[in-house]
Structures are given as C-alpha cells and as structure tokens.
C-alpha cells in the first residue's frame, strides 16, 4: 500500500507538472487542444484492447492454472497484433486530416497514432502486471498521465522541447508526450514477458481475439462511457467553442481531476482484493475495505477541494499563468461536482469486480447522453462557464446512481464511514 502512495504521489506530480509545463509553453492558443488530443488518444487506445486489461486484472488475479494463464497470454498477444494497432492506424489518418493545411501535418499524424498505441499498452501492461502480483512494478505503471514513470518522463522531455524548440508548439509537446511512453514501456515489456512463468503460448491469433472479445467487451464499454464522462465536455469545447475558450475549459477541468485520483488510486489497489471478496458469501467483508476507503479518499479530497473553492483565481495563476484566471468558475463547478467522487466511494470496482460491470456500463452510458444533449444546450447559451454548469451536475447524479447501483446489485454500501477501519488497508494484498 505505501509504495503504491508513494508511486502514485510521484504520477500526480508528473501529470501536474506535465499540464503545468505544457500550458505555459502552448498558452491559451493550443494548451486545450493538446489536452484534447492526449485524452483522446488515451480512449481510443484503451478502446483498442476490447477490455482485456480489466478483465484480465480480474482473470489473473484469480487464476490458479497455468491454462488460465495461457489463455489470458494468447489474448493479450491477439490485441496487440489486431485491433490496437488497427486503431492506432486510423487515428493517425483522422489526424492527418484534421491537420491537413498545417506545415506539420504528417507529424502531427504519426504522433497521434503512436499516443493512441503507447497509451494502450501501458494500461494493458500495468493491469496485467497487478494481476500477476507485481504490485510494485504496477504502481509505477499506473495513474495519470501514465503513470509515476511516463508522466515524470513526459513533463521532462517537454519542457526540453520548449526550451530548445519552442517553434515546434503542439507538434513539439506531442513529440515529447510519445517519448515520454518509450522507456518505461520498454522496461515493463520486459518483465511482463518474465511474468508469464512456465506458460508457453499456443497462439491462434483470431480465435483468441474472439474470445477476448466475447468475454470482455463489457469492461471495455464501461470503461469507455466513464472514460468519457470525465473528457466530454472537454471535446465539445474543443468543437463547439473557441481556442482560448477551450483551453480555458482544459484548465479548470485539469485542475479539479486532481480530486479524482484518491477514489481512482483506491480502485486501482482494491481491486485484486475485491475481485476475491466477490466472492465471499458475507459482503460485510468487502463493504468494510470500500468504506474504509472510501473514507480516506474523502478526507484528501476535501483538502484539495477546499482551496480549489476559496482561492481559485490564485491556483489558476500559479499553476497555468495569470492567463488563465478566467477559468475560476470552471474551476469551482468542476470541483464541486467531482468531489463527491471521494464521498460516494469506489462504487465501480465493487460493481466490475463482481461481474456487473453492465450495470456501470448502462449507468456511464446514460450519462454521456445527458452530457452530449446538456451539453449542446449550455454551451449555446452560456458557453464554458454553462458547459461547466451541466458537467457537473450530471457528474454529481452519476456518482449518486452507481453508489445505488452497488447497494442493489451487490448489498454493499460504498460511500465514506465516520468509522473507518484502517486495519483493512493494511490487509490488501493486491
């Protein structure tokens, strides 16, 4: 557990100093949609595993024959021959397009397409590592940004593109976003191979990919409607509002997404142990570690959100420029609508773990349609300050929905205790 607080400390620095860095070398001209490019890349390629990683997080964690294992190896194999690199593909053509009248368009393109590969098996290989029981390894692989590897490496490499290339902007930041990946990718590449044991694959490549596909593509539609319920509004500033607008967006939505990762990291670490505990005839056991949790992830969120609400403007300028103090309603909305993230608690590992992840997935993908009819309506009207407005109060209902979907489908309340019992964090194995 401390290692993965500490690993996970060091991410939140490198994705803070990644957006930090970044939006002062682009400013309000580009910072937004730089950020609407990493966010999408980062769907795209997670989409690209058809729901493997989490399944296999799952499946792994659980196995106890080599057969499983062989499986879960051939279907990774299967993902990263097809339908990610195939994704990856397209995405740089989209791209390409859209770039198409500017100098560095090809670039751009390849760029794209290398973030929405890298991205992908970053997830797959950090997921497959904690399922295998390098929990260590994984903690370095998993967070924002990548993780406290990737993201340290990105935020270094673009900050030496703007110093030594500062006429290279968006392309330049993307550059060094994508090399960012390279190193940590190459090391956990290398030990996911070593992970495998005594299993020896026996490779079929469509067959597995089918079966991959069949098993979990419910995770992955989960995962892409939550996904896009944290990045959407941001897209539809992107599109529907100006640069500076929608940077402006980027900003206050960046900021307020720190208050996430308490209940994120927590989901991470818990889910191994909820995955076993799924599996336990008394749920009193599982709902003592997520409200345990759950409550931890309150009490650090409230000390980030509380700032975020009495001193925006400041936090603005300290960390993006003065530039961006435009974005303190954004800020305020966004923050107090993620928030409740932390009080509701880790409903969705408690629903994914024990095989309704259906459930998140209907409940997420409701949500996205509310936020796209919202959405359109708010931005027209009272243009990001609105689009604000309408993210979070859908954020703040799809909290409340998933939390009662756990308590029906699972009898297992989710949300933050008065009582909490921190003898459980310390029994978390995975």
């Keep these: ?147 406290a590897l990737v993201a340290v490496a990105q935020t270094l490499l673009v900050l030496v593109v703007a110093w030594l290339f500062p006429e290279w902007g968006l392309t330049g930041a993307l550059g060094g976003a994508v090399l960012g990946y390279v190193p940590p990718l190459l090391w956990a590449g290398w030990l996911l191979a070593r992970s495998w044991g005594p299993v020896r694959p026996d490779p079929h490549t469509l067959s597995d990919l089918g079966t991959a596909v069949r098993r979990d593509w419910r995770f992955g539609a989960a995962q892409a409607g939550a996904y896009l319920n944290s990045t959407l509004e941001l897209w539809m500033a992107g599109v529907l509002l100006t640069g500076h607008a929608t940077s402006l967006f980027a900003a206050g939505q960046r900021l307020s997404q720190l208050l996430l990762i308490p209940t994120t990291s927590l989901q991470v670490v818990f889910s191994p142990a909820v995955a076993r505990l799924a599996t336990d005839p008394e749920p009193g056991r599982m709902q003592g570690l997520v409200r345990t949790g759950a409550s931890v992830a309150t009490v650090l969120s409230g000390l980030a959100w509380l700032p975020m609400v ?50 998140v997935a209907v409940v997420n993908w409701a949500a996205v349609v509310a936020r796209v009819v919202a959405g359109l309506v708010c931005a027209h009207f009272w243009g990001a300050t609105g689009l604000a407005a309408s993210a979070a109060t859908i954020t703040a209902l799809t909290y409340v929905v998933l939390w009662w979907a756990a308590r029906r489908r699972v009898s297992v309340s989710t949300h933050a205790t008065l009582r909490p019992d921190p003898s459980l964090l310390r029994k978390v194995s995975g």
Excluded: C
């Design 1 to 147: 557990m401390l290692d993965f607080v500490l690993s996970y400390g060091v991410a939140i620095a490198g994705y803070f100093g990644l957006n930090v860095v970044s939006a002062r070398f682009l400013g309000t001209s580009d910072f937004g949609y730089f950020v609407v490019v990493l966010t999408v890349t980062t769907l795209i390629g997670q989409q690209g595993l058809v729901g493997l990683h989490r399944a296999g997080l799952r499946e792994a964690a659980r196995a106890e024959d080599d057969r499983i294992l062989g499986d879960l190896r051939n279907g990774v194999r299967a993902v990263l021959l097809v339908p990610l690199p195939v994704v990856a593909l397209v995405s740089a053509v989209v791209a390409w397009v859209w770039r198409a009248d500017q100098p560095q368009s090809v670039a751009t393109a390849v760029l794209t397409g290398l973030l929405v590969y890298l991205s992908g098996y970053q997830k797959l290989s950090a997921s497959f590592l904690r399922g295998l029981g390098h929990v260590r390894y994984a903690n370095l692989l998993e967070g924002r940004s990548g993780g």
């Design 310 to 359: 009495v001193a925006p403007s400041l936090l603005l300028t300290l960390a993006f420029g003065a530039e961006f103090t435009a974005a303190v309603p954004i800020l305020v909305l966004l923050a107090t609508g993620y928030f409740l993230n932390s009080v509701t608690g880790p409903s969705t590992v408690a629903l994914s773990m024990s095989h309704h992840e259906g459930d």
